[in-house]
């Protein structure tokens, strides 16, 4: 059973593109997870979707940032127009439906760097 | 709101010798505790968890006690290795439903000298 997949790994931006970072949430498991480490800091929440229904969103930046987890594929992060300050390792997570023990299973993470 | 407060770091220390990294929270209900470890360019991985209270995680020599009196749940190891060089971050979750958004503490760096 193949654990949370994301890609790419490692993902370098000029300043103004766009990143797209993508997850796959392990097998059976409905509920997706974004957060987000800047340098020496912790993890912080930023967005908990369900298939095609974003539930929380209340850890994203108002602007340039965007999820979504269609009803096929991969859970997507959008930022728009990068800056420096977007550089951080963004974590996706996944759950089961019925999570009684509150565990989540985070994947390896993708490193974005703002150039 | 929910907060994770962890001990600064980092920590050094030598091989065998015992760890405690404290971790103290603030909650409304009953939050599930737990300690996630990160290796050197690695996600993160579940080390342990306790879901209520006087509940005792252990994992790979690692134990930790959830204290509802204290509202703590230090993370300690008797000897440590060259090996268990990582981050180490202590995070809850709020009970019930099935969003387990996490609230995770600052992170501490461990460094074990052989």
């Known amino acids: 059973n193949a654990g949370v997949m994301q890609n790419p790994r490692h993902l370098v931006r000029r300043r103004g593109q766009e990143a797209r970072l993508r997850c796959s949430p392990m097998?059976?498991?409905?509920?997706v997870y974004w957060y987000r480490q800047l340098p020496e800091e912790g993890l912080k929440f930023m967005v908990y979707?369900?298939?095609?229904?974003?539930?929380?969103e209340s850890g994203m930046p108002k602007e340039r940032f965007s999820a979504e987890f269609p009803k096929e594929g991969p859970s997507i992060l959008r930022i728009q127009q990068v800056v420096r300050g977007d550089s951080a390792a963004y974590f996706c997570?996944?759950?089961?439906?019925?999570?009684?023990?509150?565990?989540?299973?985070f994947g390896e993470g993708s490193w974005l760097t703002v150039v | 709101g929910n907060s994770v407060t962890q001990m600064e770091g980092p920590v050094t220390l030598s091989e065998e010798a015992f760890l405690t990294i404290n971790c103290t929270y603030t909650?409304?209900?009953?939050?599930?505790l737990f300690w996630y470890v990160q290796y050197p360019g690695e996600g993160l991985q579940l080390l342990l968890k306790?879901?209520?209270?006087?509940d005792k995680g252990s994992n790979k020599g690692f134990e930790a006690t959830y204290r509802k009196e204290t509202t703590s749940f230090h993370l300690e190891k008797g000897s440590v290795q060259v090996s268990d060089s990582a981050v180490y971050f202590c995070?809850?979750?709020?009970?019930?439903?099935?969003?387990?958004?996490?609230?995770f503490g600052k992170g501490i760096t461990l460094s074990v000298r052989p």
């Open positions: 997570a996944s759950s089961p439906p019925s999570n009684s023990g509150n565990t989540i299973y």
């Open positions: 097998k059976g498991h409905s509920h």
């Open positions: 979707l369900q298939k095609e229904n974003i539930i929380d």
């Open positions: 909650a409304t209900g009953y939050p599930s």
């Open positions: 306790a879901t209520k209270a006087d």
């Open positions: 995070a809850l979750s709020d009970r019930g439903g099935a969003n387990s958004k996490l609230t």
